[in-house]
T-cell receptor, first 117, second 117 residues
Framework: GAVVSQHPSRVICKSGTSVKIECRSL??????MFWYRQFPKQSLMLMAT?????????EQGVEKDKFLINHASLTLSTLTVTSAHPEDSSFYIC?????????????FGNGTRLTVT | AQKITQTQPGMFVQEKEAVTLDCTYD???????LFWYKQPSSGEMIFLIY??????QNATEGRYSLNFQKARKSANLVISASQLGDSAMYFC??????????????FGAGTRLAVHP
């Protein structure tokens, strides 16, 4: 149980275009999902918290106009990287919670490796 | 603010031996959860083990155990009988009971474990 599906797994796009990444909880409803970014050989940095039915909450320093998050349903959140540039190249990984409690782990998708040329 | 510290960028261990990965944390909250995740080179995040701040016994999951020393604010992961497939990046993470909003999962810098035959 607690499967999170993330698509695409890899994407290459040209500078200036937009890319959409989907995150789905397959066997549970996820009111809240979290989006992380990971640079090579570094840790996961939380970008934003996505809550169904309301606006996303962005971490300090994350451009909300660059990284658009939409939590359309209890099983789907999307991250759109708008007007992508080479510095946006990174590994993006989403996660979902079954419970908001502090003792509940997050369940992660397999990540999306974005390369902007 | 919550903080996770992993001071070992890299560790190596001989196959079938035990290894301890260090993690210290800092929080002013009384209620919090500590988690360990494994990230193989493919990128997915695999949840290994959880320890709650009120748990009196150390958590165990198969070959994984968590050495929880609350007064020292440490939550070290012990892997017994290491296998070649254990070679991966390991992240310690924490969720606080209440962070004024969503209960975020914050990660340490990670430790890269290499298991040698």
């Amino acid at each position: 149980g607690a499967v999170v599906s993330q698509h695409p797994s890899r994407v290459i796009c040209k500078s200036g275009t937009s890319v959409k990444i989907e995150c789905r909880s397959l066997d549970f409803q996820a009111t809240t999902m979290f989006w992380y970014r990971q640079f090579p050989k570094q840790s996961l940095m939380l970008m934003a918290t996505s809550n169904e039915g309301s606006k996303a909450t962005y971490e300090q320093g994350v451009e909300k106009d660059k990284f658009l998050i939409n939590h359309a349903s209890l099983t789907l959140s999307t991250l759109t990287v708008t007007s992508a540039h080479p510095e946006d190249s990174s590994f993006y990984i989403c996660s979902a919670e079954i419970s908001s409690s502090y003792n509940s782990p997050l369940h992660f998708g397999n990540g999306t490796r974005l390369t902007v040329t | 603010a919550q903080k996770i510290t992993q001071t070992q960028p890299g560790m190596f261990v001989q196959e079938k031996e035990a290894v301890t990965l260090d993690c210290t944390y800092d929080t002013s909250d009384q209620s919090y959860g500590l988690f360990w995740y494994k990230q193989p080179s493919s990128g997915e995040m695999i949840f290994l083990i959880y320890q709650g701040s009120y748990d009196e016994q150390n958590a165990t999951e198969g070959r994984y155990s968590l050495n929880f020393q609350k007064a020292r604010k440490s939550a070290n992961l012990v892997i017994s009988a290491s296998q070649l497939g254990d070679s991966a990046m390991y992240f310690c993470a924490m969720r606080e009971g209440f962070s004024g909003g969503y209960n975020k999962l914050i990660f340490g810098a990670g430790t890269r474990l290499a298991v040698h035959p």
